[in-house]
């Protein structure tokens, strides 16, 4: 059950900040030596985080709708480009940068270079804009950095609100943004890894995919709330020295293994 807990937390803290789920997910249990749930528990957290951000962000959504805000089609449109490589590349995206005895160097490495281009987005004099300003080429592109996701260490809120501030959103705007985006997607990806649960159930019992769903929840929505009030008044500097710090690490420990 402490295996639970902990890749439970992780997961509701690491999806939302700009740091990767992805990579935690993949490095806790390397660099702890800890045991794999399983797929069963993976698909549990990930219905966790998706409920956290419909749980915040629904009246947002309500408002949206009943105001037939243009803001839901380029949320959509910007959705497809991330939903066509996890649909379609999911077996090769697993093969090649999760299952891969060189995962953890692919880790390290993304950390470092995307800590060093949200470092430069977040030093850009472009954060003027606000969501109500995301046009077609906009969303286009914050999409498209969505998809980069799919690499562990990019991290897809990390992409997304760096892509939001490149092109001109304020800090908590790119950030409103992202968890608007991510909102569709992770939904989707949460009810397509239950459905694989459903043709290969592990054997985590119902009680422990209960803790993940409620527990990734709780910190997902706690986290939410958290870095949109963080980025009004704060930059990304804080984010860009831990990944610099954890890639870092990373590298050495799989290095020192060789």
Known sequence: MLVVVILSIVQGL??????????HLL?????????????SFDAA?????????????????IKLFK?????IKYILIATIPGALIGFFGERWIDSNFHEASYAPLVVGITMIIFSVVLYIADKTDLQKITTKNIGLKKSLFIGFAQALAFIPGVSRSGATITAGLFMGLKREEAARFSFLLATPITIAAGAYKALGVITHPGDVSILQLIVGIVISAIVGIVVIKWLLGYLNRHTMEIFVIYRLIFGAVVISVWLLQR
């Open 14 to 23: 690491s999806e939302f900040l700009p740091i990767s789920s992805s990579a």
């Open 45 to 61: 957290i990930h219905l966790g985080t998706a409920a956290a951000l419909v749980i915040y962000f629904y009246r947002d959504f």
């Open 27 to 39: 490095i806790t249990p390397w660099l702890f030596n800890l045991a794999n749930p399983g797929l």
């Open 67 to 71: 105001a037939k805000s243009p803001l």
